[in-house]
């Protein structure tokens, strides 16, 4: 594995330092959270010496790195695709990981919400025989474990540490990680009742750690996971996203994905926008990296700014 350096890349809005823990910038191909998320994992696989299987969509950030990291350490693996074959197999990220050796295997979408059901696992064993299993996203408790080694000594001096969320993996290891009197922001990009927090939770207490909680007041003053920035779901946006993503990466020349770190960066700048931070804090926010996902998806939706 990679020896891991943490890269900064400082910025400054309404007069606010903040530090950008540049993950997107740690490895080409399997950079950003993935690689502290499948680190463990994939050193599990190859001790088993089982292929990996695992789940995602047709342009899946999860599939794209788990494909490059097996690849890498010549461990076979599956993608189990949640999607139509005939349109998947256009699909930049498909072709990706066909090409560094992942054998896809796609199912219809109704099929897929029953990944995590026992019999059908059993049906995987008997087309493939035994594998590893990584579930959707990564979110395990080696993906937590991995999670932890985000932050080093170097990032104790903030005051909030800022990530975006989608399975709750990587913010239950950077809260793992952080000092107790440090704030650990999650943005959801995901919509309805925050189910993050819950999910977050079960990663704290099986690591011996005090759960988080709901907040609701103006102040952002302890650790928790906030739902109002999902802009309609999971890779759901609006005008005014787009906009803000293009302007942060003209003004501060940090490229962005749709899915997470723009409406992380969009979270903290409208969260400063309206003083609901404490004055003067240190501000850290960490860039998960997803960037692969940017063509494919400014294709499908055919994207540009209104500036």
């Known amino acids: 594995m990679l020896d891991y350096i943490p890269i900064i890349t400082p910025i400054n809005y309404l007069n606010t330092p903040i530090d950008i823990l540049r993950l997107d910038l740690i490895h080409p191909l399997y950079g950003g959270n993935k690689y502290f998320k499948l680190k463990y994992n994939i050193e599990k696989a190859r001790v088993s010496g089982l292929p990996v299987l695992t789940f995602g969509g047709i342009h899946s950030n999860h599939i794209f790195s788990t494909a490059a990291y097996c690849h890498e350490y010549g461990i076979s693996c599956i993608g189990v695709i949640g999607g139509d074959e005939k349109v998947g197999q256009f699909s930049p990220t498909m072709i990706f990981a066909k090409d560094h050796g992942m054998q896809l295997h796609f199912i219809t979408r109704e099929k897929y919400r029953t990944k995590t059901e026992t019999s059908f696992l059993d049906e995987l064993k008997k087309k493939f025989g035994e594998f590893y299993l990584i579930p959707e996203g990564g979110g395990n408790h080696e993906a937590v474990e991995g999670c932890k080694e985000i932050l080093t000594s170097a990032q104790e001096k903030y005051d909030y540490i800022f990530c975006a969320c989608g399975t709750g993996s990587t913010y239950a290891g950077l809260k793992l990680a952080a000092k107790a009197d440090q704030i650990v922001i999650g943005i959801s990009v995901l919509k309805g009742e925050n189910t993050l927090i819950a999910e977050a939770n079960k990663w704290l207490k099986e690591f011996g750690q005090q759960p988080i909680s709901e907040y609701k007041g103006q102040l952002v003053d302890h650790s928790t996971i906030l739902n109002e920035y999902h802009f309609g779901g999971y890779a759901n ?61 400014e294709a499908r939706y055919q994207l540009i700014p209104i500036l």
């Open 237 to 297: 946006y609006d005008q005014q996203l787009i906009d803000f993503k293009f302007e942060v990466e003209n003004w501060f020349g940090i490229p962005l994905d749709y899915i997470y770190t723009a409406k992380l960066m969009y979270a903290v700048f409208d969260l400063l926008n309206n003083d609901r931070l404490k004055k003067d804090a240190k501000i850290l926010i960490v860039h998960t990296g997803g960037l692969q996902g940017n063509k494919a998806y």
